[in-house]
């Protein structure tokens, strides 16, 4: 029976994907009623992701997002929900023969920006990304490592491959590859880590072209004016990408060999990243309630301090630790009070993290704390008072009488 439905397929699909039939309101149908609508919708597209043939099933469902809803966000969320539900349903053996196809239409799902309608807004978009993340996530954690690597090569290349006459990759393609490797992070750990290796020249780049290296605030508002972009959701992805690296690259601090985080790769990434303390840079459309310091030290404490203390951790090693403390350091004597208390919190971070084992690195942190102590700035002095607390905290005893 399921094979005669095929032709039938696309009227069924437009039921089943719906908007209108979704969005259903309990004002105007009643509670019970719509419950009941949005429950036989589930239970149709359900019945068709485990029943329907996927040789039959999946190229309807890829011919009917090109030919009905490639411009249509709500749609192509929908859609976008189904197809994941089918690849969760398919045998091993029909997923080993399907995997290749539905891969290419997550990707095409990816793009969905380009085609979209100009009023299309960003809300929309963002939220065709999410589903498109989530249904891709229930794809591919079934796949092998066979399946699996040559698939990853090929979404990194879809990421990173040149996309425009000034030879500037995509920010959306690369912000959509950076939040996919953070979930698929958060999902498999350690599994993912030695697939890092791929990325990280990009990552490099992409902090290279974020980051600030000049200490001197006349230098850093000229580079911010005419150079460096905002931090956004990419930088915050690719930021968040290196704290996972780091945490889960078991072999790092090992004697084992492999890991993605050998001093090679530690000294092409780490000046980079301290640098992004000095991009102060906020969005012109953040609310007024949130002050650009405050956004600044948001962000600081959410992804740059976790980030840069977890690779400490990870590189496990004495010299590679002063190298990365000293260049925090340095950022402590910036001319911007903003960047002096970002250096703080990142030193704060260092020793939450290390703990005792950090307390080698005092000797040479102690000049540095003695200068934020007499900071005109009241905000620079008290983060700084607040990490000789933690410092004092694994030291166990006061750290005053070498501050004076």
């Known amino acids: 029976m399921p094979a005669f439905l095929a032709p039938s397929l696309p009227p069924l699909f437009a039921v089943v994907l719906s908007p209108r039939v979704h969005a259903i309101s309990a004002d105007v149908v009643g509670v019970d009623l719509a419950a009941q609508v949005r429950q036989k919708t589930d239970l149709v597209a359900g019945a068709l992701a485990r029943c329907i043939p996927p040789r039959q099933l999946l190229p309807a469902q890829f011919a009917y997002f090109q030919r009905e809803i490639s411009t249509d966000s709500a749609s192509a969320c929908l859609l976008a929900e189904f197809v994941g539900r089918t690849a969760a349903a398919l045998p091993r053996a029909q997923l080993e023969q399907f995997y290749k196809p539905l891969f290419k239409f997550f990707l095409t799902v990816f793009d969905f920006g380009r085609n979209a309608l100009a009023e299309t807004s960003v809300d929309q978009l963002r939220s065709v990304e999410d589903a498109a993340l989530s249904a891709f996530m229930r794809f591919v954690v079934r796949l092998n490592e066979n399946l699996f690597r040559p698939l990853f090569l090929s ?187 970002g250096a703080m919190l990142v030193v704060q971070a260092f020793y939450e993290r290390l703990g005792e084992e950090f307390l080698i690195l005092l000797p ?41």
């Open 155 to 341: 979404f990194v290349e879809w990421a990173t491959a040149d996309h425009s006459d000034d030879g500037q990759v995509s920010e959306t393609r690369l912000r959509v590859f950076y939040r996919t490797l953070n979930v698929l992070f958060d999902k498999l750990k350690s599994i993912v880590a030695p697939y890092y290796s791929s990325v990280l020249d990009t990552t490099a780049t992409q902090l290279e072209r974020f980051g600030v290296a000049l200490d001197s605030i006349e230098l850093q508002e000229e580079a911010n004016r005419f150079e460096v972009p905002v931090p956004s959701d990419l930088w915050s992805a690719i930021v968040q990408s290196l704290y996972y690296s780091a945490l889960y690259d078991t072999s790092a601090s090992s004697t084992s060999a492999g890991g993605v985080w050998s001093e090679q790769n530690f000294r092409k990434i780490h000046r980079h990243l301290v640098n992004q303390l000095a991009n102060t840079k906020t969005p012109a459309d953040t609310p007024s309630s949130s002050s650009a310091y405050d956004q600044y030290v948001g962000r600081v404490r959410e992804y740059l301090a976790p980030a840069i203390s977890q690779l400490a951790v990870a590189m496990g090693n004495d010299a590679m630790w002063k190298s990365l403390n000293h260049e925090v350091l340095m950022k402590s004597r910036s001319d911007d009070p903003r960047v002096r208390v």
């Open 364 to 404: 040479e942190t102690i000049p540095y704390l003695a200068e934020l102590l007499e900071d005109d700035d009241s905000r620079v002095e008290r983060v700084t008072q607040e990490t000789i607390k933690v410092i004092e905290s694994y030291l166990g005893e006061s750290l005053q009488s070498y501050l004076k």
